[in-house]
């Protein structure tokens, strides 16, 4: 494993961390597949529209993000209107140049939706980038762990699937990463893809925030949280940092609350390493990504110290059920409206991946 140092610009009695949600760049939506102006297209015809308003505010020591997709040229060999799904073109890569990541988490539910040749593409092309990827092996680090040593501190970062499909992590397995790495590290950051079964909610699962609780106890200094394609609370506890899901900050998802979401600033103090969080409320705008500025003024009201009394199991999973159902019944509803207009190999892969999804679910 290589320990990765870089010069940065900012102030030495501070490590700035800024971190986003979901990165999709490829097609997800149905609708998308029969849209000229869906996000890979986009990217093709111009890789820096879609972060040309907010790359600006990446500025900070780490710049993180979860990468939800595969990078590969395998996109330019489908015709038209039968691109693949979750897979944008080699171009992607000048989008996430040009935000300035530094750090990717590449390990949830679909990072071997297009095969490991793919992956193994994404991981190529952006550590020849100087891009650090999580979660899986790349030439920076062979077990899929990044260090990086800034202004004398050393800050580790673990990239996690919890999710049923792709790599799935074992809990035991996390707990004992946390062990091993915080006597090592002035700083661990942790990047969980987690709360399978729960997506759409705008709270995370009882079972997350025990599971949040307990990393923390055992070392983690921050988490950060990905998956639900919603903006969740960011929970202060032990004065260490949950954010528990930062949304999807680009995704072609069209529900109001999946095109809202934020980027998480953590300042530490180098002198005493205490952390003080804010977030940075974005939307998806006409093909672009902006700062949100309807929300400026209640979106620290995410950043919550729960409360400590008996949760609600009953009543969150039967919310969770409900909105996931009405979740399923749109998509539906979406793929009976394009029946008619996408081709029958399109089709298969569409059916394909949902029969996978209800085995997953189902065993």
């Known amino acids: 494993m290589n320990v990765v140092g870089e010069k940065l610009a900012s102030d030495d009695k501070i490590i700035k961390i800024q971190a986003v949600g979901d990165i999709m760049l490829g097609i997800c939506s149905l609708s998308s597949l029969i849209s000229d102006e869906n996000i890979p ?85 952006l550590t020849d980038e100087g891009l650090r990827c999580v979660g899986l092996s790349n030439k920076y680090s062979e077990d899929g762990i990044c260090t990086l040593y800034i202004k004398n501190k050393l800050v580790t970062i673990l990239g996690y699937n919890l999710c049923e499909s792709g790599e799935t992590a074992v809990v035991e397995d996390v707990v004992c990463e946390i062990q091993k790495w915080k006597n090592n590290s002035d700083l661990l950051i942790l990047s969980l893809h987690w709360g399978d079964g729960f997506e759409h909610m705008d709270q995370p699962s009882p079972s997350q925030i025990e599971l949040a609780h307990m990393f923390v106890d055992e070392g983690a200094d921050i988490i950060l949280g990905h998956h ?34 934020a980027m998480l600033e953590v300042i530490v103090n180098l ?65 009976i409206k394009i029946l008619n207009k996408i ?11 949902w029969i996978n999804k209800i085995t997953i679910t189902t065993n």
């Open 228 to 261: 639900s394609h919603t903006l969740q609370p960011v929970e202060i506890y032990r004065d260490k940092i949950i954010a528990y899901s930062l949304g999807n900050f680009i995704f072609d998802m069209e529900n109001k609350r999946n095109i809202e979401s």
């Open 271 to 335: 002198e005493d390493m205490r952390m003080e969080p804010r977030l940075i409320p974005t939307i998806q705008y006409e093909g672009s990504v902006i700062v949100d500025e309807l929300r400026l003024g209640s979106i620290e009201n995410k950043i919550t110290k729960f409360d400590q009394g008996q949760p609600n199991y009953n009543k969150y999973y039967k919310k969770s059920k409900k909105t996931n159902r009405q979740y399923k019944f749109n998509l539906i509803l979406d793929y």
């Open 41 to 125: 297209e986009s990217i093709i015809k111009n890789p820096y529209k879609i972060i040309s308003e907010i790359n600006e505010y990446f500025n900070g020591d780490i710049r993180f993000g979860n990468l939800e997709c595969s990078i590969s040229n395998t996109y330019h060999s489908y015709p038209d209107k039968m691109k693949p799904l979750m897979m944008p073109p080699p171009e992607a890569v000048d989008v996430l140049k040009n935000m300035n990541i530094n750090v990717l988490n590449i390990t949830n539910n679909h990072t071997f939706d297009n095969g490991f040749e793919s992956v193994n593409e994404t991981l190529v092309r």
């Open 343 to 353: 081709p029958i190999r399109t089709h298969k892969d569409i059916i394909t991946r």
